[in-house]
């Protein structure tokens, strides 16, 4: 709560101010200002708040500090690098920053190693520093001479009435670097792959990848180095459709990690080559369908065609059987029109040769052909000049 009071009236903010920032929590004009912490955590709620006061004539300031009881814990804003390398005789520095309230003290800080299968707790000595900040936020392990039986393990476990916390850390040799961990590969395209990795341990050292790829059980490797500390690289210019054998592997400055076991995976199939294999397989069925149909008509055409023909000579001929009447002499029947009734004798009384006009050849036809209205029509189509 900030209280102030002025003429003409001030305006109030109240700000926090930790590790030097100014985050503006509340702004009001009046002689009263508050701000309410609904969960308080020591991680982000502890520290230094500023309550400010101002009107046209001058300002006024006021500081407090807020403490949020904790147990001791890795601060956020500073996590620890829990591996590190040295060569032999170089020095290393272990670093723990903590946020914790009340605040450990120096006998709430204990530093242990790993000897074998237990831990060994570890004090002052010509080889090792032990240390805690004056705000009792940080410790720092000091190894100055570094011999081979110091590369193991090491844990601090820092306390206060509230409870504890321990953190692990590791002090490798200097070496080539470990193999890369966790490869997958992922498809984009046809003829592209993305392949990505988690870095083991550097050994102490920056460290480089190299990948190399080749088609499944044909050809020689390919090799991809990559001089950069990154761990996505894409391999382009792949063939569509094809598997190939993928590995991966580390280097610095001492050596090489052996490679990742190998991933086969198979590029996706050309998309437009596919869709052209579709289209064609369609329009060899389209094209199959049409000439059978084709065929077909071609078939019936030629079927009545052919009858069309052998009607038309017929009905081109001059002569057609004509039934006769029954008597000895009778008359044609008029079977078209404008035949003509004719006298005629026959000797079985029943049919006789008789000719057939042009026009009436045409109306014959099309009388030949009523059954079937789709034959008539063809028909004349086809003596359409005949037609009266």
């Not at 209280?3 to 002689?31: H, Q, Y």
């Not at 392990?141 to 011999?147: A, D, G, K, T, Y």
């Amino acid at each position: 709560m900030c209280v102030a009071d002025g003429d003409p009236e001030p305006m109030l903010r109240v700000m926090n101010t930790t590790r030097g920032n100014e985050s503006i929590l509340v702004v009001t004009k009046g002689r009263e200002a508050k701000y309410r912490i609904q969960q308080a955590q020591c991680e982000y709620d502890t520290g230094n708040y500023t309550c400010l006061a101002d009107n046209r004539y001058n300002e006024g300031r006021q500081l407090f500090a807020l403490l949020v009881y904790c147990v001791p814990r890795a601060s956020p804003f500073s996590l620890p690098t829990t591996t590190l390398s040295s060569a032999p005789n170089d020095s290393v520095l272990f670093t723990f920053k903590i946020i914790a309230y009340p605040k450990p003290t120096s006998q709430d800080v204990i530093w242990y190693k790993r000897e074998n299968d237990s831990w060994r707790v570890l004090s002052d000595d010509n080889n090792f520093l032990i240390t805690l900040s004056d705000d009792s936020m940080q410790t720092q392990l000091n190894i100055f001479h570094v011999q081979l039986e110091d590369y193991s393990d090491y844990m601090v476990n820092v306390s206060n009435k509230l409870g504890s916390t321990m953190e692990v850390f590791t002090l490798k040799a200097q070496s080539k670097p470990e193999i890369p961990k966790e490869s997958q590969i992922s498809r984009i395209g046809n003829t592209e792959l993305i392949v990505e990795w988690i870095p083991g341990f550097n050994g102490g050292e920056n460290q480089t990848f190299t990948i190399r790829y080749k088609v499944l059980g044909d050809g020689s490797w390919i090799i991809i180095p990559i001089n950069s500390s990154k761990h996505i690289w894409t391999i382009d210019g792949l063939a569509s459709g094809i598997t190939y054998q993928i590995q991966i592997r580390a280097q610095n400055k001492i050596g090489e990690s052996d490679w990742t076991q190998a991933i086969h995976i198979t590029t996706l199939v050309d998309a437009v080559g596919s869709g052209l294999s579709t289209s064609a397989l369609g329009g060899a069925v389209g094209g199959v369908f049409g000439v059978v149909v084709v065929i077909a008509v071609s078939v019936l055409m030629w079927r009545y065609r052919s009858k069309c023909n052998a009607l038309l000579h017929t009905g081109l001929n001059a002569t057609h059987q004509c039934l006769v009447n029954r008597n000895s002499v009778g008359r044609y029947e008029d079977l078209v029109r404008e035949q003509g009734n004719n006298d005629t004798s026959t000797t079985d009384g029943s049919y006789e040769t008789c000719k057939i006009g042009k026009a009436s050849r045409l109306h014959y036809l099309i009388r030949i052909f009523t059954s079937n209205e789709l034959r008539c029509l063809l028909l004349v189509e086809i003596f359409k000049p005949y037609s009266p």
